[in-house]
Nanobody, 122 residues
Framework: QVRLVESGGGLVQAGGSLRLSCTVS?????????MGWYRRAPGKQRELVAT???????NYADFAKGRFTVFRDNGKTTVHLQMDGLQPEDTGVYYC???????????????WGQGTQVTVSS
């Protein structure tokens, strides 16, 4: 059974920083293709924040470039999102994201965590 456990959300003033973390429990770490973060702002659809893929492939949303950094630990089962220079428009629920190979190697599955709230006050 695959599990995604997130931590690190909270309330911060504008200009502040937060680090989100997500640890994945999965049968084989070699089935992990990509990990990262999405978010849903109030009244908006879920959107990509940043992902880390194979071969040190990183993908950042435009709003995240230069302010947010996604990285994984050496064991490759925990992904972090370092967020600096936070602004009120960054407020939302942040979801851990996992793309992994199916158990029968037939394709990839995408999963999201339960979400962690980030609130940035002005």
């Amino acid at each position: 059974q695959v599990r995604l456990v997130e931590s690190g959300g909270g309330l911060v003033q504008a200009g502040g920083s937060l680090r989100l973390s997500c640890t994945v429990s999965i049968g084989s770490i070699f089935s992990i293709n990509k990990m990262g973060w999405y978010r849903r702002a109030p009244g908006k659809q879920r959107e990509l924040v940043a992902t880390s893929g194979p071969g040190n492939e990183f993908n950042y949303a435009d709003f995240a470039k230069g302010r947010f950094t996604v990285f994984r630990d050496n064991g490759k089962t925990t992904v972090h999102l370092q967020m600096d220079g936070l602004q009120p428009e960054d407020t939302g629920v942040y979801y851990c994201y996992l793309r992994s190979l199916n158990s029968d190697d037939s394709g990839y599955e995408e999963r999201w965590g339960q979400g962690t709230q980030v609130t940035v006050s002005s």
